[in-house]
Structures are given as C-alpha cells and as structure tokens.
C-alpha cells in the first residue's frame, strides 16, 4: 500500500458488504457488483457500482485528513499574503453533503459536472452516490494537441464558473475529465464565501499549472487571457509560488510568472 492508501485508511471487509447491501437496498436490487477505482484521491475511498454510480465512501479518519490539508493549506495561501479560504467539516457527512451541493450548483449553472444521485450516512461513513461516466479520460491523459485545443475550453468553463460567484478550489488535471468528447469538473472542495475573489484566483493560477508544462506558458497564459482580463490575469500570478508547492502540480513558476509579467508590460 502506498503513502495515499495509509493516509487515506482502509474499508474493512464487513464494512464493505455492508454498505452494498445498503446500496442495493436503495436501488432495490438484491445486490450490486462493486468495484475499486484506482484514483488519485486522499480523502475518500472511491468505487464504481454496477459500471453505473460513482460512490465515494468518506471515513472520520478522511475528515481529519481533509481539515490537516485545509489547515495547511490556509497556511500556504498566507503566505501568500492573503487570508485563508478554503474551509473544513464538521465531519464524514457533511463533506458528502458539500461534494454533492457543489456538484449540483456547477450543473445549474450550465457547466458539465457527473448527475447527483444521493447522499447517506451508514455507521461512520459518510456515502456520496453520484452518475458514473464510463470511458472518461482525465485531462492529463490528453495529448499536447488536444490540451492545446481544449485549453480555451478550460478556461471558459472556469469563467463561467466564476461569473456565477462559484470557485474550484481544487483544481488539478485529475478533477478535470473528458466523457464523450465534453469536459467535466469533479471534486470541488469547500471555499468560505468571504473568500471567493482570492479563490478565483487561485483556481486560475492552478490552470495555468496544469497547462503550462506542456502547450507551453506563454501560449497557456494567451488562453486564460482570451477569458481573464489583464488584471485577473495577474492577481493569480501571486498564487503561483503556493500552487508549485503542491505535489500535484509541477511546472516552472518563475517562467510563467515571467509570461505574466509580459502581458501587463
């Protein structure tokens, strides 16, 4: 087991069987084939049921993990020179409950998102069911080309996340899926409203992250600019250093804060 599957905890056996004799009782079946799904995911235990729904089991020892990220994240975006805004839950359910709320709200507002089903508690878990989209890529499995081609998709879509007071807050090329040709957004962490600008600003700064290693920043940067005006453009440039700190993001930041400069030039 790796670092993820420590940190992330175990579902026992019995747990397991438990928990699909719940599902199946909900979708009145007599029973459902459950299956692992191997996804880059530190706070939930995520499976694919029935090749239909996509069920995310979220464990106390997951919340704890989620306020210990939330807390450390806070503390990068300070020093950053701004306050915190990513938040944290009370507990297991709550996370489900925030995951389908931010999913439903992106669906609303027009954006591509997986169809919310339901949330459950069962013993200590938390259980989010939501659309299962079969034969998804993630956005880092895409070629160059096809990450050229998209990127002002991307950023299209994140303005019009923005323009409706909504953030990300957790974006990465592994939250970002493409499911018969359509981009999707998936795990949208929780953003305190008091801090959406700085939010916004961030999410832009991580798509900057995801694209620039490899359309290049210069040409990454004209894509968030067809979208961003120049000053939005540069307000996530002070992100940028906190964004390369994260393991799942890994770009030069001294040579797109550079291209930024350029623009405002």
């Known amino acids: 087991m790796d670092l993820r599957g420590i940190v992330r905890g175990t579902v026992g056996w019995s747990q397991l069987e438990a928990i699909g004799a719940e599902l199946a009782r909900r979708a009145d079946r007599e029973q459902v084939r459950i299956t692992f799904l191997d996804a880059d995911n530190w706070l939930s235990t995520p499976l694919v049921v029935d090749e239909r729904w996509f069920v995310k089991l979220i464990s106390p020892q997951n919340a704890f993990v989620h306020a210990v990220i939330t807390g450390a994240r806070n503390a990068g975006v300070f020093s950053s020179g701004t306050a915190g805004f990513f938040g944290r839950f009370d507990g297991p359910v709550e996370m ?39 034969d998804f890529r993630t956005f880092d499995d895409l070629s160059t080309a096809e990450k050229r081609r998209r990127a002002g998709e991307l950023f299209g879509a994140l303005r019009r ?98 291209e930024i400069e350029k623009i405002a030039d």
């Open 161 to 258: 996340m923005h323009d409706d007071e909504l953030a990300h807050g957790d974006l990465r090329a592994e939250n970002v899926l493409i499911a018969d040709d359509e981009l999707y957004f998936i795990d949208a962490t929780y953003v305190r409203e008091e801090g959406l600008a700085s939010a916004r600003s961030y999410d832009l700064a991580c798509a900057l992250a995801v694209l620039a290693p490899t359309i290049g920043a210069r040409d990454a940067i004209d894509a968030a600019a067809a979208r961003y005006s120049t000053e939005e453009v540069l307000a996530a440039r002070e992100f940028l250093d906190f964004v390369k700190l994260r393991p799942d993001h890994d770009f030069d930041a001294a040579l797109v804060k550079g």
């Open 96 to 134: 489900a409950r925030h995951e389908l709320e931010a999913t439903e709200e992106m669906r609303r507002i027009g954006l591509n998102a997986p169809e919310p089903v339901g949330v459950f508690e069962f013993d200590e878990f938390g259980v989010l069911v939501l659309e299962y989209l079969d």
